[in-house]
């Protein structure tokens, strides 16, 4: 995905503002979950005046409802001029937020494309050893792990 890179001072009001704390200061030092945690780690990238944004797992351990925000997030990261890179296992959040996927399994890339591209029923088969539903809804691929093969 690729994002924008905002002026200096306006990252930690940008950071705050998006994350839903009125001090990112406060957030580190008041945090008490792992869902703060990651929603911290996330304020401090934002923070950053970096051109690349690399996120592992930014969605682990969280609710869906802040699964979805810190995606949008990115998302709107990527759609400036600034390039993310994240890590994610959930599929569906990988289809439908990101323009290029690389799947890997043990370390071998296996494909390289858009979601459309990459996450076939054939290839989650055999990466995961999972069989999938892979369908659309409002325009977007949505991936369903169903049973393991």
Known sequence: MVA??????AK?????????????????ILHRGAEDEERVQLARALCVDAPILLADEPTAQLDPYHQLHIMDLLRR?????RLVVTVLHDLTLAARYCDRLLLLDNG???????PQE???????RTVYRVESIVDRHEGQ???????RC
């Open 12 to 28: 930690a009001s940008f950071g705050q503002r998006s994350l839903g704390k009125g001090d990112v200061l406060s957030a580190v």
């Open 77 to 81: 990261e990527a759609d400036g001029d």
């Open 4 to 9: 924008s890179v905002r002026g200096p001072g």
């Open 118 to 124: 990459v996450l076939s029923a054939a290839a989650l």
């Open 108 to 114: 071998r890339l296996v494909a390289d494309g858009t």
């Open 141 to 147: 691929t949505l991936v369903i792990p169903w049973k």
